[in-house]
């Protein structure tokens, strides 16, 4: 019903800083929660950022609090997060979720997510 389609993803020096865009298309963006999951090879998908429905709130996992920033724009079906001073722990594919849910932070409550788009951090 609701699609969503991650862009920003690319390679980027240690320290530096990158943009995630999550484009929601099929269903009223503004009606749902959002969030950013990360898979990196080897290791189990993990929660990143999450945002309420208005934007008001947000969640983030201890590994990237000060560094990330989640935000959206529902005027144009547009989630966002902003990487900073990124290291290479936080190379992994990172996706966008969007949904009804109980839990912010679990990626299991989410309905509906992106194909991913990479990003790699190199040393």
């Known amino acids: 019903q609701v699609q969503l389609v991650e862009s920003g993803g690319g390679l980027v020096q240690a320290g530096g800083s990158l943009r995630l865009s999550c484009a929601a298309s099929?269903?009223?963006?503004?009606?749902?929660?959002a969030g950013w999951f990360r898979h990196a090879p080897g290791k189990e998908r993990e929660f990143v950022a999450a945002?309420?429905?208005?934007?008001?709130?947000?969640y983030y996992a201890d590994s990237v609090k000060g560094r990330f920033t989640i935000s959206r724009d529902n005027a144009k079906n547009t989630l966002y997060l902003q990487m900073n001073s990124l290291n290479a722990e936080d190379t992994a594919v990172y996706y966008c979720?969007?949904?009804?849910?109980?839990?912010?932070?679990?990626?299991?409550?989410?309905?509906?997510w992106g194909q991913g788009t990479q990003v790699t951090v190199s040393s």
């Open positions: 979720a969007a949904g009804w849910v109980l839990s912010m932070t679990s990626g299991r409550d989410y309905t509906y």
């Open positions: 099929g269903g009223t963006f503004s009606s749902y929660a």
């Open positions: 945002i309420n429905r208005s934007g008001g709130r947000t």
